[in-house]
């Protein structure tokens, strides 16, 4: 037995299914309902019905594996056309139940492909030192030790209040002027330092959805934006998927 | 990344370090609520010196303890700052972690 497991939604046309290979190790192909065609591909059932599924999401190597081969189709997916891609791990019965979940979403569908057309998505992460500078010359300890011990212990804190303070207003100068050219934008939650594997800390991790032609005005926003320091990463142009991406309604 | 031993290994080789993090983590914490309290009481500006340079002096003592007894126990500073999950860490950004 077999299921259907579905990496992405776009206009048709004179369409030919990604290389691949799919999760499943399969030759993606398409289902195509009115203008809409899912690119979707053939698995096992018993690697993939809802026990296996839940199972794989225990194990990272495998959710690596299989995030990895639905990212690659999805990204060959959309290098034409306007592309929506689902979460992972959207699994249907049958072709059939795939081109009527089409037919049902259809205006749904539509609207997101026509939100992202002629549109990337850049991403950008802002990160600032974790530890403040120490201070430049201690006072000179007036025989105090104690005294003088938690007069530094206050000026490290207030300094690592302030430092965070202005982190933060950086972060928001920066979102709040990228976000003004930007078509939309959508601000995650900043990553811990261990998965960023930086020594700093990351104050802001957003991404923006910019008019293909507004590229330059975008990059030109970022560059005069004052970072006071702070580390700015622009990554992209990206496909536009995280104002893309649909679930499971 | 930092995480409460889920049972202590009854290793003798290993028991005394796994134990020595778990009091070191607990005392830490208490350190650094102790050393927050007393800069609010100074902020506030109504102790007499005398007390503040007592204070001082009892807790800058009580962090040369620490880092004498996290040498003993071979610990870095990260590895006292336990992994809360959602929370953050426990001893916050600061104090490093693993």
């Given at each position: 037995m077999s299921l259907v497991w579905l990496y992405a939604v776009r206009h048709g046309g004179a369409d030919r299914p990604p290389a691949g290979p799919g999760v499943d190790g399969e030759r993606p192909r398409l289902v195509v309902e009115g203008p809409l065609v899912a690119v979707v591909g053939t698995v096992r059932e018993e690697e993939f019905d809802e026990a296996a599924l839940a199972r794989a999401m225990e194990d990272l190597d495998r959710i690596e594996r299989l995030a990895r081969a639905h990212h690659a189709v999805i990204v060959e997916a959309a290098a034409e056309e306007p592309t929506a891609p689902l979460r992972?791990?959207?699994?249907?019965?049958d072709d059939e139940a795939v081109a009527r979940m089409l037919r049902e979403r259809a205006a749904e569908f539509a609207q997101v492909l026509e939100r992202v057309r002629d549109r990337q998505e850049w991403g950008v992460k802002v990160y600032v030192d974790a530890k403040p500078e120490a201070p430049a010359e201690e006072p000179?300890?007036?025989?105090?030790p104690g005294t003088a011990y938690l007069l530094r212990r206050r000026a490290d804190r207030d300094r690592g209040a302030q430092a965070r303070e202005r982190a933060r207003a950086v972060a928001d100068r920066i979102d709040e002027t990228l976000a003004g050219v930007a078509a939309a934008a959508h601000r995650m939650r900043p990553q811990d330092a261990r998965l960023s594997g930086r020594a700093q800390e990351m104050v802001l991790n957003a991404t923006y959805l910019v008019d293909a032609e507004a590229e330059e005005g975008f990059r030109a926003a970022l560059a005069a934006v004052?970072?006071?320091g702070a580390t700015v990463e622009l990554t992209g142009p990206w496909p536009p998927f995280s104002f893309a991406t649909l679930g499971e309604s | 990344m930092p995480e409460l031993p889920r049972r202590v290994d009854a290793q003798p080789d290993t028991v005394g370090r796994d134990l020595g993090r778990l009091v070191l983590t607990i005392v830490e914490l208490l350190r650094q609520l102790m050393e927050r309290q007393a800069l609010r009481r100074v902020d506030a500006g109504d102790l007499p010196d005398e007390k503040i340079e007592q204070l001082g002096l009892g807790l800058m003592r009580l962090e040369e303890a620490m880092v004498e007894l996290r040498e003993h126990f071979g610990?870095?500073?990260?590895?006292?700052?336990i992994d809360l999950g959602p929370l953050g860490n426990l001893l916050g950004p600061e104090a490093g972690s693993r």
């Open positions: 992972l791990a959207t699994v249907y019965r000179a300890s007036s025989g105090k004052e970072a006071d | 610990l870095e500073p990260g590895d006292l700052n």
